[in-house]
């Protein structure tokens, strides 16, 4: 039995575990929820689960959480909220397992604080790997964490890499729908709108996340994530389009030898092995090889797609530009979808913002949240100074 806590219970990723723990009830047991601002989703989970804690965004969703839970009779639930909140979570004495899926920087500090009490976590929070990898990395393996891929490209890598050891790995590919816009003009690329952009052909994700797709903004984050995750340099990372996202990523052995990791698109998947490592168990979870009928693989185009190049650039700076890169796209998507930025546009701050960015490698969470704040505001500096979309 693993007793779990979720950092991002309403969202995508938190709900699929907690459909995994009621699949598996005498594997998993929920001790502990973090979940945002949703109150309506968290009184139901507070319900059905009767959780130890549970975390909300703000005071203000916590008070009305507590005024819910007391209306309905729940008791045996402490209410926290903020990032004291989540860190309570995630270090909670009976939790052994974490589920770290808040999306930007806002799960950092609980998922390094379960790291330095050597929890095992399932990361899904690729931003805390991007700002602070090197940090967290470094304290897992000072207190023995296992951290586990959740991301569906870093959770296949991380499959593939069962088949050899790391000396032997050449390199690995990240694999990725190309987004909406693989074969738009790019001449229409200036009148691209939010709606467009939010319509991915593959998955079902957060506004931010889908947008990053469109951009492969998210598989630059990615590139930086495996780099951290899998002890890689970036030219040893390599992106490769694959339109069906059925390979999910390959591993490429100094041999020649590739192995791909195969399954549906269905992110209950990765979570279970995640949760289950190093065991597999049986799932319903299957693929019908009978629809496969054919495998598509092209070289992104960078001038299509220069976030992509922005991230391999930070890569291979490191330290507080991988920090810029993650918190000026956040600061660029969110007035992209606001309507106060073109779509274009996110690529010129995020280039701008690295370019402002002094070179640095923080020593502490706290160093990290300054480069952070610091690369947001001068984001949103860059914003006001556009001139805004017009409708």
């Not at 604080?113 to 470094?138: D, P």
């Not at 691209?192 to 951009?215: E, N, Y």
């Not at 591993?251 to 190093?278: C, H, N, W």
């Not at 990290?368 to 001139?387: G, I, K, N, P, Y």
Request: aromatic share 4%; hydrophobic share 45%; glycine share 6%.
């Amino acid at each position: 039995m693993k007793n779990i806590a979720i950092l991002g219970s309403t969202g995508s990723i938190g709900t699929s575990t907690l459909d995994i723990c009621q699949r598996y009830p005498d594997r998993y047991h929920v001790v502990a929820l973090a979940a945002g601002r949703n109150v309506a989703a968290a009184l139901e989970q507070c319900r059905k689960w009767r959780p130890a804690v549970i975390s909300m965004a703000d005071e203000p969703s916590a008070d009305q959480l507590k005024t819910e839970l007391r209306n309905h009779q729940i008791t045996g639930t402490e209410v926290v909220h903020g990032t004291a909140g989540t860190v309570a979570v995630a270090t909670h004495p009976d939790v052994t397992f974490v589920v770290s899926a808040i999306v930007g920087v806002a799960g950092l500090q609980a998922t390094y604080a379960a790291a330095a009490l050597g929890r095992e976590i399932g990361l899904a929070n690729k931003e805390a790997m991007v700002a602070a990898g090197e940090l967290i990395i470094a304290k897992a393996r000072e207190t023995g964490s296992t951290i586990l891929p959740i991301d569906s490209e870093h959770n296949a890598i991380h499959q593939c890499m069962r088949g050899g050891t790391p000396a032997e790995v050449k390199q690995i590919w990240l694999t990725a729908s190309g987004g909406p816009f693989r074969n738009t003009p790019l001449a229409d690329f200036a009148r691209i709108t939010p709606q467009q952009a939010l319509k991915h052909p593959t998955w079902v994700m957060g506004q931010r996340i889908t947008v990053d797709s469109a951009t492969m903004l998210n598989k630059g984050l990615e590139i930086i994530e495996a780099c951290r995750l899998f002890d890689l340099p970036p030219d040893r990372v390599r992106v490769t389009i694959h339109p069906q996202s059925t390979i999910h990523s390959l591993v490429e052995y100094v041999d020649g030898s590739i192995l791909a990791q195969l399954s549906v698109t269905d992110m209950r998947l990765p979570i279970l092995y995640a949760m289950a490592y190093p065991e597999r168990v049986p799932s319903d979870l299957t693929f019908d090889l009978a629809t496969l009928s054919q495998l598509d693989f092209q070289q992104p185009d960078l001038t299509r797609f220069p976030c992509l190049g922005l991230a391999y650039q930070a890569a291979r700076v490191g330290g507080t530009h991988c920090i810029a890169l993650n918190a000026a796209d956040e600061i660029a998507v969110e007035a992209f979808l606001s309507g106060d930025l073109p779509f274009l546009g996110i690529p010129e701050t995020i280039e701008r913002v690295l370019a402002a960015t002094p070179v640095r490698t923080p020593a502490s969470i706290a160093e990290v949240l300054t480069a952070d704040e610091s690369a947001r505001q001068l984001a949103r500096e860059l914003v006001r100074q556009h001139t805004p979309v017009v409708a």
